[in-house]
Nanobody, 113 residues
Framework: VQLQASGGGKVQAGGSLRLSCAAS????????MAWYRQAPGNKREFVAS???????VYTDSVKGRFTISVDTAKNQWYLQMNKLKPEDTAVYYC????????WGQGTQVTVSS
């Protein structure tokens, strides 16, 4: 499975962005979809996930601001990010089925104060 995240950019604090993740290749039926991010000098951290079993899960710092959604027919998932803060600045990566050996290319999100 190849993963491609897109939709990043530069916004001011309080702004919004919508990230997309497209999965291609031997997709099959992806059951768990997630977003992670990595800020400079930091470890990659969990942001949000979705599965039929668990529903939507968010890290505390983004609850109420970010929303993960899924289009299973297109094998795509999204991260709507509202009320962005400078601390949300990071490279965002998507993840399928918790395969931590397959991150794909991330997308840069930069939030200025």
């Amino acid at each position: 499975v190849q993963l491609q995240a897109s939709g990043g950019g530069k916004v001011q604090a309080g702004g919004s962005l919508r990230l997309s993740c497209a999965a291609s290749g031997s997709v099959g039926s992806i059951k768990d979809m997630a977003w992670y991010r990595q800020a400079p000098g930091n470890k990659r951290e969990f942001v949000a996930s979705f599965s039929d079993d668990s529903g939507s899960v968010y890290t505390d710092s983004v609850k109420g601001r970010f929303t993960i959604s899924v289009d299973t027919a297109k094998n795509q998932w999204y991260l709507q990010m509202n009320k962005l803060k400078p601390e949300d600045t990071a490279v965002y990566y998507c993840l399928a089925d918790w395969d931590f050996g397959n991150w794909g290319q991330g997308t840069q999100v930069t939030v200025s104060s």
